[in-house]
């Protein structure tokens, strides 16, 4: 059966630095990659959408990358701020039919000053 | 512009009542989904809208679960009777076909005892 793995442990860096968090995918071949933000108490945010034939998408300072071969996307925050910490949320989209996001875990991103 | 509304924002109940949340969408949007998010967990696609019919509700436990989407703007999810394993938050989405984001709602948080 598909599964989608992101890291259960929450992850702490210091102000200043990169956050960069995982998703990885078995038994699924995405043709789109989302990844949403979810504060505590609210509903997720899209932050960037990355399709399969994209290796890199940047906006601001985020970073994404889309690796089909090693089943694997990357997401990175550069210049981390404590406005930062979140949970951040990678979904899969088959691209074919309806639109149906399939969503990660979770990873829970904690910047402190 | 708007965004999706819910409510109510909380509710708790005892096993075997019923509930039911609301959904209004951002205007426009033609396609309506209803995700249930367990603690520590990714949302869970419980139903998908398009318009006023039903694309996916592969895993709506129908026994229990119901929700409709009457003149293709509105929703509304029913639980009866619910069940223990039912506490979760009930997210509400929305997207249009221009876009492949989904725009979410705040959530119900519900308990059951």
């Known amino acids: 059966s598909q599964k989608i793995e992101q890291n259960s442990e929450a992850l702490n860096i210091q102000e200043g630095k990169t956050a960069t968090l995982t998703c990885n995918y078995t038994n699924y071949s995405p043709a789109y990659l989302q990844w949403y933000r979810q504060d505590p108490g609210r509903g997720p945010v899209f932050l960037l959408l990355i399709r399969e034939n994209e290796k890199e998408k940047r906006k601001e300072r985020l970073k994404v990358t889309f690796d089909t071969t090693l089943k694997q996307s990357l997401f990175h925050i550069t210049a981390s701020q404590p406005a930062d910490s979140a949970t951040y949320l990678c979904?899969?989209?088959?691209?074919?039919?309806?639109?149906?996001?399939?969503f990660g875990t979770g990873t829970r991103l904690l910047v402190s000053p | 512009e708007a965004g999706v509304a819910q409510s109510p924002r909380y509710k708790i109940i005892e096993k075997r009542q019923s509930v039911a949340f609301w959904c209004n969408p951002i205007s426009g949007h033609a396609t309506l989904y209803w995700y249930q998010q367990i603690l520590g967990q990714g949302p869970k696609l419980l139903i998908q809208?398009?318009?006023?019919?039903?694309?996916?509700d592969s895993q709506l436990p129908k026994d229990r679960f119901s929700a409709e989407r009457l003149k293709g703007v509105d929703s509304t999810l029913k639980i009866q009777p619910a069940k223990l394993e039912d506490s979760a938050v009930y997210l509400c989405?929305?997207?249009?076909?221009?876009?492949?984001?989904?725009?979410f709602g705040p959530g119900t948080r519900l308990t059951v005892l």
């Open positions: 979904a899969l989209d088959r691209g074919t039919g309806f639109q149906k996001l399939v």
């Open positions: 989405a929305s997207s249009s076909s221009a876009l492949r984001e989904q725009f």
């Open positions: 809208f398009q318009n006023n019919g039903v694309v996916d």
